[in-house]
T-cell receptor, first 119, second 109 residues
Framework: DTGVSQNPRHKITKRGQNVTFRCDPI?????LYWYRQTLGQGPEFLTY????????KSRLLSDRFSAERPKGSFSTLEIQRTEQGDSAMYLC?????????????????FGPGTRLTVL | DAKTTQPNSMESNEEEPVHLPCNHS???????IHWYRQLPSQGPEYVIH???SNVNNRMASLAIAEDRKSSTLILHRATLRDAAVYYC??????????FGTGTSLTVIP
């Protein structure tokens, strides 16, 4: 399968613990996005990378959240001192902007998500 | 970013066409109109996108109003597998997506 993969698919943790999620984008996709989705809502943007550079972070991304993409390939999202309000689905998406010009757009490809439950 | 407005839910009978509307009155000239759908327990899936002209692909058709302030996603023959939440999103080249709450489509056998 050459799509976006995320691990783990499910994570249950106790409040106050740290958790880390991994996203493997489609190879050669230079853009990688993280979103969070709570029940009944659409995905909310958290942050994105172009290659290894983190270019934008949403106000939703508190100091307890950190994301990395050290080699411009896979990415990790860490949540420190988890709170019950962090319970959500965390989605990763990738896209390839190489060759885009003149305001053209391209599609994002989403992974299956990691469902986090904080007890 | 410009916002979109969609009905919360719609129903369709199986094998009939479905027209899912989206209003985006504050769209700018560089905003593309994207449609994604999300099946239960899955990540969003690309359906179609366009800028000014109507678009067709194997999954659906996208009809864009002449003033671009609204669009309609058309599923030509709804199947049970089309039951999902459909999101209409405005996107400028390379930017992140801003999802609304979408339209939950129920397909009745």
């Amino acid at each position: 399968d050459t799509g976006v993969s995320q691990n783990p698919r499910h994570k249950i943790t106790k409040r106050g613990q740290n958790v880390t999620f991994r996203c493997d984008p489609i190879s050669e996709h230079n853009r990688l996005y993280w979103y969070r989705q709570t029940l009944g809502q659409g995905p909310e943007f958290l942050t994105y990378f172009q290659n290894e550079a983190q270019l934008e972070k949403s106000r939703l991304l508190s100091d307890r959240f950190s994301a990395e993409r050290p080699k411009g390939s896979f990415s990790t999202l860490e949540i420190q001192r988890t709170e019950q309000g962090d319970s959500a689905m965390y989605l990763c998406a990738s896209r390839n902007l190489q060759g885009l010009a003149g305001g053209r757009t391209d599609t994002q490809y989403f992974g299956p998500g990691t469902r986090l439950t904080v007890l | 970013d410009a916002k979109t407005t969609q009905p919360n839910s719609m129903e369709s009978n199986e094998e009939e066409p479905v027209h899912l509307p989206c209003n985006h009155s504050t769209i700018s000239g560089t905003d593309y109109i994207h449609w994604y759908r999300q099946l239960p327990s899955q990540g969003p899936e690309y359906v179609i996108h366009g800028l000014t002209s109507n678009v067709n692909n194997r999954m659906a058709s996208l009809a864009i109003a002449e003033d671009r302030k609204s669009s309609t996603l058309i599923l030509h023959r709804a199947t049970l597998r089309d039951a999902a939440v459909y999101y209409c999103i405005l996107n400028r080249a390379g930017n992140q997506f801003y999802f609304g709450t979408g339209t939950s489509l129920t397909v009745i056998p």
